[in-house]
């Protein structure tokens, strides 16, 4: 007997053409359960990549907070830096995973510009640690006696010049990559012992509202121009577990201190993206069961109508080991094909959803990330291993009845 005719004949013996309304039910609800887990697990990675991920630019900067110390007319005359106890403080902060100093110009810095964009003005810079930038350009460097400035623009006042003074003052409005090609002049100090530099804008920052200069840069003139001693920070930056965390948002408030509201704002929809889809990753837990369930349950039916074709079989030689692996044969190629096309429409969402955030400024891999692919070897693992267990124990369970 070839081996065609003999496993011919195997299917028509323990499978037969039975209807098989149950077996396609099963199925579905095992695909539904899958593609949900999958799409759950995606949709939780991806936020977390808006959140926490690197792209250039870090536009939800949830988890960064600038932080002040808020004035008001009681006590608009009192100090508002922050002392080294407040800082202590802070960095115990459960919620609080890192924390760095924006160290401002303690110097007379002016700002001139010549052509259609002429200026002349004060300005203001700030140096922060390189680990809080959500920009690194490869310019961001300084080192004392260099005349070329690297400077990091916010976002944010590039769009007030183009949708507010530009209008108003007759002024072209500026693209980014405009901006970086303008060179400003940049005057350090006073008198005779001035320092000009020639400053280029290399990078924009939607997590730091400022204008941003290397820390060498800021320290070095401060040392030459600024105020003797120590002076206390403005202003700190932190990277913050949940800022949206009620404990954590009672500190900030009970100490007087002010951030972008924004960035809560974000964390809270973090948090009501966590808690859906953790419910709805339980409801997909729970119909794959249901579907794991019904599929075993119609395997073990057929088996139990085909107690009398097993034993036929045995007497003519088959082993209990060897129907096992033939009737494991029939049917994990179904489960296999309903988890590939789970795993289909989680590659094609993961695309969809890369090419509309870019629409939004946004980053996302082309590709679901390691957790959905966890996800999906652990769920495959486990429903692979209960399904063939269940065909063993139900051969081996017919054949001693």
């Known amino acids: 007997m070839s081996a065609k005719t003999q496993i011919e004949m195997l299917r028509k013996l323990l499978i037969g053409n039975k209807s098989r309304s149950r077996l396609w039910g099963a199925l579905f609800a095992l695909f539904m359960g899958t593609t949900m887990l999958l799409l759950t697990v995606m949709i939780w990675w991806n936020f977390n990549e808006l959140l926490y991920g690197k792209s250039q630019y870090d536009t939800l900067g949830s988890t960064f907070l600038v932080i002040g110390k808020r004035i008001t007319q009681e006590n608009v005359s009192a100090s508002h830096t922050f002392s080294q106890q407040d800082i202590d403080s802070l960095k115990q902060v459960p919620e609080v995973q890192d924390l760095g100093i924006l160290t401002s110009n303690h110097f007379p810095a002016y700002a001139r510009l010549g052509g259609k964009l002429a200026f002349n003005t004060d300005i203001f810079m700030e140096a922060a640690p390189d680990r809080f930038l959500d920009n690194m350009p490869s310019e961001w460097k300084w080192e004392p006696g260099s005349n070329d400035l690297p400077i990091i623009l916010s976002s944010q006042f590039l769009d007030l010049y183009n949708y507010?003074?530009?209008?108003?003052?007759?002024?072209?409005?500026?693209?980014?990559s405009s901006i970086k090609a303008i060179a400003v002049n940049i005057e350090v100090g006073t008198g005779?012992?001035?320092?000009?530099?020639?400053?280029?804008v290399v990078g924009f920052s939607d997590?730091?509202?400022?204008?941003?200069?290397?820390?060498?840069?800021?320290?070095?003139?401060?040392?030459?121009?600024g105020k003797p001693g120590d002076v206390e920070a403005s202003r700190l930056i932190l990277k913050a577990k949940d800022p949206s965390n009620t404990k954590f948002a009672s500190y900030?408030?009970?100490h007087g201190y002010t951030t972008n509201s924004q960035n809560m704002r974000w964390s809270k929809i973090r948090s009501i993206v966590e808690v859906v889809t953790t419910a709805t990753g339980f409801l997909s837990i729970v119909l794959m069961g249901i579907g794991a369930l019904v599929f075993i349950l119609f395997i073990e039916l057929t088996i139990a109508k085909a107690q009398h074709s097993l034993t036929l079989l045995l007497e003519l030689g088959y082993s209990p080991k060897y129907?096992?692996?033939?009737?494991?044969?029939?049917?994990?190629p179904l489960v296999l094909i309903t988890i590939v096309i789970s795993m289909c429409i989680a590659i094609a969402s993961q695309l969809v959803a890369s090419v509309m955030v870019k629409q939004l400024l946004l980053t996302l891999p082309v590709?679901?990330?390691?957790p959905v692919w966890l996800a999906l070897i652990i769920s495959s693992s486990i429903l692979f291993t209960l399904v063939g267990r269940a065909i063993m124990k139900a051969v081996k369970n017919d054949v001693l009845s």
Do not use: C, D
């Open 367 to 370: 590709f679901p990330g390691w």
């Open 252 to 254: 900030i408030e009970s």
């Open 323 to 332: 129907l096992g692996k033939f009737m494991m044969s029939r049917f994990m």
């Open 192 to 200: 005779p012992g001035m320092l000009r530099y020639t400053a280029h």
């Open 164 to 176: 507010l003074f530009a209008p108003g003052q007759g002024l072209p409005q500026l693209s980014e």
């Open 207 to 225: 997590r730091i509202s400022s204008v941003l200069a290397p820390a060498s840069f800021i320290e070095y003139n401060n040392k030459i121009f």
